[in-house]
């Protein structure tokens, strides 16, 4: 039992040694591993000695060839690979069909079922889009991601005046258009740091993944359950915090309204820190162009948050995004479970 547990760890040293995402976390990790033989059989951290651990690994050293190999190739053979898999998630797998559409359906009551249909082929269609677009992001050129995702001139007034005023902001998003790019461009455009309250992945080897293509041109990450903590450390600059909202949070702690003719829960985070934090809201959105140009689009939803209830600031937030989710439903993310929870 425990050749087969150094068979293992040794084979996943191997691995860390060679990925360059990882690397950092590799030589604690080693340490940790070669201590004395009795240390070792006895202080040998379980994420580490089980095969579940390495098999994570493997799968993951297994497919970011793959990943890298889709990254470097150019948009127009990118876009015919989205196509497919389109075709493929769409017609074949139906991934998550029954749940875009029920949410559709409930969303738009008043639409009919050939515009519901239309709008759930978009969606797809620009799903692909959004999946092969965020992993090209890894050889991605700052000058090529500003020229896909360029900010409005008001949008660059807009923050310019902030810096200006020496005020940090935060920004209310929602998973709409191509948020990715917009958090990725963001640094190159504006003269505030930007920081993306995120929620780190279950598997370390592709969170890291995540981590490096999220923070390629200078924007920097806070995980969510960090998020007060990490605004506060850095409050003596002048920043802009991106929170993206529309998830799903736990229903005993959230703000309810109605969106899109439902009962939906609002985390009220970013709310509770504008008014304990006094920073001005500003509300950030994108316009799809064409295939693979986006717009990013912001106006002040309120700068003196500490005025207003916060459940009023949560509504305002909900109000904006509905305006857009109307306005272009095909780049909204329908195929999370945002209707789980009903209200008591």
């Known amino acids: 039992m425990f050749r087969d547990k150094q068979i293992v760890i040794k084979l996943e040293i191997i691995i860390m040694k060679c990925d360059p995402i990882c690397k950092p976390y590799a030589s604690k990790k080693i340490k940790t591993i070669f201590r004395s033989r009795a240390n070792f059989k006895w202080n040998l951290p379980d994420k580490i000695a089980k095969p579940s651990s390495f098999l994570s690994a493997l799968t993951y050293y297994i497919v970011i060839p793959v990943i890298y190999l889709f990254s470097i190739m150019p948009f127009w053979l990118l876009y015919l690979f989205s196509d497919l898999l389109y075709f493929l998630l769409y017609y074949i797998v139906g991934y998550r069909k029954k749940v875009i559409e029920q949410n559709l359906r409930n969303s738009f009551p008043r639409k009919t079922d050939k515009e519901i249909n239309t709008i759930a082929r978009d969606f797809y269609k620009h799903f692909c889009d959004f999946f092969i ?6 050889t991605l050129s700052k000058k090529e991601v500003v020229k896909r995702c360029k900010m409005t001139p008001e ?23 191509n948020w ?17 309250i995120y929620h780190p992945l279950s598997n370390k080897h592709f969170d890291a993944l995540m981590y490096k293509i999220r923070t390629r041109n200078g924007s920097k990450l806070i995980a969510m359950k960090d998020t007060y903590r990490g605004m506060i450390a850095n409050k003596n600059g002048i920043n802009a915090t991106a929170f993206l909202s529309d998830q799903t949070p736990q229903p005993g702690h959230a703000y309810w309204t109605t969106f899109l003719d439902q009962d939906t829960p609002v985390f009220k985070g970013q709310a509770l820190i504008a008014k304990k934090m006094k920073l001005p809201i500003v509300f950030s959105t994108m316009r799809k162009i064409k295939r693979g140009y ?10 003196n948050p500490e005025d207003i209830d916060d459940d009023q600031l949560s509504e305002m937030y909900i109000r904006r995004l509905e305006q857009d989710v109307k306005r ?13 929870h009903k209200r008591a």
Do not use: D
Request: aromatic fraction near 16%; charge should be negative; hydrophobic fraction near 50%.
């Open 328 to 340: 272009q439903p095909e780049i909204w993310l329908w195929s999370h479970k945002r209707w789980k």
């Open 180 to 196: 990715e790019w917009a958090c990725n461009s963001f640094n190159a455009q504006a003269e505030q740091q930007l920081f993306v």
């Open 294 to 303: 986006y717009e990013m689009l912001s106006e002040v939803l309120i700068e």
């Open 155 to 177: 949008t660059f007034a807009l923050y310019s005046a902030f810096v200006k005023q020496q005020k940090s902001v935060i920004i209310a998003m929602g998973h709409f258009g």
């Open 133 to 138: 677009e965020t992993i090209k992001m890894l």
